[in-house]
Every structure is written in structure tokens, then in C-alpha cells.
């Protein structure tokens, strides 16, 4: 049997060491209080429980092209950017792993772990996003889906919690694809969501009945473009702010695609929920 997962509480003191460079995927930090590394651009954040100066200081010394540029110590709900509560979004109700908030009627309870990846659901892009799936999911037909640019996780869930049978779950970030599966073993969804660490745009070959992409621009420009984009009966996107949206409309509008909806939250993010005509 398969033990839980184990996670950072609100007052885990969290010690932060700032790379220059990125640390080889294969290396191996001693410590059974390394949380993880986050890679961003051409910089490492490495996290840990406890300090580890020594052991920053004896990593730098293998790797001479990596530079320690700052370290920071702050509380978990610090780097999260206040308390950690339930979140209540739509039907959706988010609990962290140490809160058990009872779900009023009709709604959904899931268990959410953001470990030190940003993506609790208080961002109006997530809202959206479980809204559209909500939609789409809402005929009992989507029995599959793509969800691009996981992060945490919460959009997998929610989809599965809604009958999707199977969800294929990719990030491009190793701690995201990471944080995205403690979230299915705390939900119990494992059957149901497969997680990989990936670039989204390379996995749309796989033909489901919802693609979903809260994705960076940068990466969605090419994605829409993929062959097998087409292929997918509906689709989400979102994370767009407002020129980007401009860009990705103009491009869907020489496509075989029909959009069904568009939020567009204080006229800065961006939410199109679309299908595809055969």
C-alpha cells in the first residue's frame, strides 16, 4: 500500500538558496530535508527545511558554472504570499492537506498541496479554467483530456472529480509534474491521472475529448499551431493577457475551430473555451 505523501505545514520555515545557472537533472542532494528545486529560466531556487549552507557551498564546488546569488529564510505562508485557507471556486472547494473543511451541497472537495509551486487557485485564470471544464464536462462526453501546463495539479482534479476517466497531466517543470502527483495520491485519483514531466507542445499528437492549456504565451503560440490541436474536440486556453489574446483570436479565426466563450477577468487575464469542426 502506498504511504501519503508528506507536506510543508503553514509555519515550516523554508530556507531558499538563489542559483545562477541550472543545476544537472540528475544530481542528488543529501538531505532528507531538500524540498525541491525550481527551475526558472536559466535559475535554480533550491528549498530546504533546514539550513544548508554547507552542503550549497560543497554542490557549487562540483558544478564551477553555478553561482549562489542570494538566500532568503521565511516562513512557508510567506513564500505563498499569506494564510493558507480553503479556496472556494465555483463548486470547487480546495482544502490544504492539514484543513478539512466540510463541503456545502453540491460541491466538490479537493485535497491541495501547492508544496512551494505557485498555484493555491486563487489565481482568475484557474477560476476560469474550472468554469470552462465544468462546461465542457457537463454532458457526461469528455471522458478524456490533455491538461498542459499542470502546475499543481488543480485542473486534473477537478476534471476527474467530474467523471473524466483518463487525464494526462504534463509539465514542463519537474517540481510542478512533481507537486501535480502528490495531489493525485492525496485525492486518490492515480487511476485516473497520469503525470509526466514534459513540454506541452509535443504531447497534443495524443487526441483526447478536452485539451487544456494554462500555459505561458510563448509556449501556446506554438501549441494552437501543432497538428494534432485540431484534433481535439474541445479545447481551453488561458493565461493570456490582453495582446496576447489578440495574437492567439486572430490565429483561431483561420482555423476550423468555433469559440464558445471568453472571459476576460478586469480586461488583463485572459479564457477561451472553444471547439474544434470536423
Not at 11 to 17: G, M, P
Not at 140 to 156: P, R, Y
Request: one cysteine or more; a negative charge.
Amino acid at each position: 500500500m502506498q504511504s501519503q505523501p508528506c507536506y510543508l505545514h503553514p509555519e515550516t520555515v523554508l530556507h531558499i538558496y538563489y542559483i545562477e545557472g541550472i543545476l544537472p537533472a540528475d544530481s542528488r542532494i543529501p538531505t532528507e530535508s531538500f524540498v525541491g528545486n525550481w527551475v526558472e529560466d536559466d535559475f535554480s531556487f533550491l528549498f530546504f527545511k533546514k539550513p544548508a549552507k554547507k552542503l550549497i557551498a560543497a554542490l557549487l564546488s562540483n558544478y564551477p558554472d553555478l553561482k549562489l546569488l542570494d538566500e532568503y529564510e521565511m516562513s512557508y505562508e510567506q513564500w505563498q504570499g499569506g494564510a493558507i485557507e480553503p479556496v472556494r471556486l465555483g463548486r470547487f472547494l480546495l482544502n490544504p492537506p492539514w484543513i478539512k473543511a466540510s463541503p456545502e451541497e453540491n460541491e466538490i472537495a479537493l485535497t491541495l498541496d501547492s508544496g512551494v509551486v505557485f498555484g493555491n487557485g486563487a489565481h482568475p485564470t484557474t477560476r476560469a479554467c474550472l468554469e470552462a471544464i465544468e462546461i465542457a464536462c457537463a454532458g457526461g462526453k469528455v471522458q478524456t483530456m490533455l491538461d498542459l501546463g499542470s502546475g499543481t495539479g488543480i485542473l486534473s482534479l477537478a476534471a476527474a472529480r467530474l467523471g473524466c476517466d483518463k487525464i494526462l497531466s504534463v509539465d514542463y517543470n519537474f517540481l510542478a509534474s512533481k507537486t501535480t502527483r502528490t495531489n493525485v495520491l492525496l485525492n486518490r485519483l492515480e487511476e485516473q491521472v497520469l503525470v509526466i514531466n514534459g513540454k506541452a507542445e509535443e504531447h497534443t499528437n495524443i487526441v483526447t475529448d478536452l485539451l487544456v492549456a494554462n500555459i505561458h504565451y510563448d509556449v501556446m503560440k506554438d501549441l494552437v499551431r501543432t497538428e494534432g490541436f485540431l484534433k481535439q474536440k474541445w479545447f481551453v486556453l488561458s493565461g493570456l493577457l490582453r495582446s496576447e489574446t489578440e495574437k492567439i483570436s486572430a490565429f483561431l479565426s483561420t482555423q476550423p475551430v468555433h469559440i464558445l466563450k471568453h472571459w476576460n477577468h478586469d480586461n488583463i487575464w485572459n479564457t477561451f473555451l472553444g471547439i474544434t469542426r470536423e
